[in-house]
């Protein structure tokens, strides 16, 4: 119980803009035509696609260099990749047939 | 470059990076600017990685010294996952986009889940709680939107067909998850324990923890049907942007923090949108679905039903002043997009005026019969979306519907015992005629009969859409 205090008490800055955070998303949200949540949902895939960030820190940090964790580190900024490249050229591929009238 | 200057301009790239995905996602809210808004957020995505590369720093604040191979494995990665992910989304036909997307969702998962296996046995020990709570939760819920990803997308490439109820699978589901969470607890607490550190570090439990997450994705997702896995993939979307965000506190990294956080929130509030279009609670998706024969229609149903020939189609459709399509997940399966286009363009060369009455949830995703339709040059301002469209139907004269079923059904009006009762549909019955174009007599998702086709102003027009499209549009040239 006193861990969890001490969390709270730690990252209270942290806890505020989480919940900010949280609002901004739902404001960026409302309102929105439902012809276009196809393409929003597919661009909130690409921007989770963030996450590679963490896969490069991790293979940067590497403590412990290893063969079996120099794979999974190259898994991990792969398959990041995957998740911000498609994300971002398939969403831009929905919009473009929006567009030309 | 001094420490500070090297904290500014990643903190400078890291804060760009956050601004143009709030603004980007903003910006995709509408039409117009949909498209310069998924370039801007692209933008700020290739900053915040190339800061993160560039400017690393070691414990002293310095650029880090970190082996070639490192960087050799980082670039080959993204050299390599930026040719497949790219050939993937540029060949990808229109009708597969919802399966793609949900395999790109799934990938981000896996990204989390591989971060949370490597970081854990070196932050163990005591006082990591806050650490170990961010990188098991992180791997956990990654793992869930990993596997339940990989299932929505092979339901709906339809490698899996129909949903898989294991006996009792609400309890089973509902029981693993408690386990999950019990389990997640446990790991923190076990590891942060005096003592541990990354040799004594519980890498089996570790493991199995990863394992029993997937299998949770797995059966969270089996027993959901087809139609439903749009909000299945919104909601596994906002899971790993809620994976990312763990990422984030993880390595106190704003950016990560900022995009995972605004895509968990704004893909919940997504989900939650979808459902009410389909007024079903999200629970309902998850837990009910529509439970098979249990509730179904009370009412009886008279009359018969009425087929109508290609000929007479033609010549019904020529002569009308207004015709309005009705376009449905059919239309999607079949790829009749083309030649309903060419349909559109022959009835309007005659001065009928052709639109697009688009329900909320028709397809396999929100939306995804405008895309559909756009790929075929369909123009923006003929579709029309359903408030708008019914009061339009009493002036119509033919409504066709291609591939469309339970978002047409009047029992979601008058039959209060039917499942799907109170959903806004389409209302094509207030049309002078209404002709439907279906393979076969099978119901709709939701497996119940629909009123419409016994109404006297309704004939069924039978066959694959892209076939009966094709023969239709023959007909009509001779004319």
Same mark, same amino acid.
Do not use: W
């Given at each position: 119980m006193e861990q969890i205090a001490q969390l709270f008490i730690e990252n209270q800055m942290m806890i505020y803009f989480i919940i900010l955070s949280i609002f901004v998303g739902i404001e960026v949200i409302g309102g929105v035509p439902t012809v276009l949540h196809t393409p929003l949902m597919s661009g909130a895939n690409a921007i989770h696609g963030v996450v590679i960030v963490g896969a490069i820190i991790v293979m940067l940090n590497m403590t412990e260099p290893s063969i079996l964790n120099y794979m999974l580190g190259f898994l991990a900024v792969f398959l990041g990749t995957l998740n911000v490249v498609g994300g971002f050229v398939v969403t831009n591929r929905m919009l473009e047939m929006f567009q030309k009238k | 470059m001094t420490p500070t200057t090297i904290l500014l301009i990643k903190g400078l790239a890291y804060l760009f990076g956050s601004i143009t995905f709030i603004v980007g996602l903003k910006m995709m809210g509408n039409a117009k600017s949909a498209s310069q808004g998924n370039k801007l957020a692209a933008i700020g995505m290739v900053a915040a990685i190339l800061a993160t590369i560039i400017l690393h720093t070691d414990a002293s604040g310095q650029l880090a010294s970190v082996p070639a191979i490192v960087y050799f494995i980082i670039f080959g990665a993204i050299a390599l996952g930026t040719v497949v992910g790219w050939m993937a989304a540029m060949r990808v036909q229109m009708t597969k986009m919802p399966e793609l997307v949900s395999m790109f969702n799934g990938m981000g998962g896996a990204c989390a889940a591989l971060i949370g296996l490597m970081e854990f046995a070196h932050n163990t020990?005591? =006082?990591k709680t806050g650490t170990l709570i961010a990188i098991l939760l992180g791997m956990v819920i990654g793992s869930i939107s990993f596997s339940g990803s990989v299932i929505a997308f092979l339901k709906l490439n339809g490698t899996m067909g129909k949903p898989i109820r294991l006996p009792l699978y609400n309890i089973l589901n509902t029981a693993l998850l408690i386990g999950l969470s019990i389990f997640t607890a446990y790991m923190v607490h076990m590891s942060s324990q &005096?003592?541990?550190d990354h040799v004594s570090a519980p890498m089996g439990l570790l493991y199995g923890l990863f394992a029993v997450a997937i299998i949770y994705g797995i059966l969270f997702t089996i027993p959901i049907g087809g139609a439903d896995m749009p909000v299945v993939i919104s909601l596994l979307n906002s899971f790993t942007g809620l994976a990312a965000a763990f990422g984030g506190f993880l390595y106190d990294n704003k950016v990560m923090l900022t995009g995972g956080i605004l895509v968990g929130s704004a893909g919940t509030l997504l989900t939650l949108i979808m459902c009410k279009a389909m007024n079903r609670p999200l629970w309902n998706v998850i837990?009910?679905?529509? =439970?098979?024969?249990? =509730?179904?229609?009370?009412l009886e149903v008279d009359g018969s039903i009425k087929d109508i020939s290609v000929s007479d189609l033609a010549v019904q459709l020529n002569y009308s002043k207004k015709v309005v399509i009705v376009p449905g997940y059919g239309l999607a399966v079949a790829q009749a997009q083309h030649i309903i286009k060419e349909l559109e363009n022959l009835l309007e060369e005659r001065g009928v005026e052709v639109k697009y009455a688009i329900h909320p949830v028709a397809g396999r995703m929100p939306g995804h019969m405008n895309v559909l339709l756009a790929e075929s040059? *369909?123009?923006?301002?003929?579709? *029309?979306e359903m408030d708008e469209i019914n009061p339009e139907f009493e002036q119509t004269d033919v409504v066709l519907v291609v591939g469309a079923n339970d978002v047409v059904n009047p029992a979601a009006k008058?039959?209060?015992?039917? &499942?799907?009762?109170?959903m806004p549909i389409l209302e094509v019955d207030r049309a002078k005629t209404v002709i439907v174009n279906k393979r076969s007599m099978n119901a709709g998702y939701a497996g119940i009969e629909n009123l419409l086709f016994y109404d006297p102003k309704c004939s069924m027009f039978f066959g694959d859409a892209k076939k009966a499209l094709t023969a239709l549009v023959a007909e009509l040239k001779t004319m």
């Open positions: - | 020990g005591e =006082g &005096p003592g541990i837990f009910g679905a529509f =439970g098979g024969s249990s =509730g179904g229609s009370s040059n *369909v123009s923006y301002d003929k579709l *029309v008058s039959d209060p015992s039917s &499942p799907i009762y109170g």
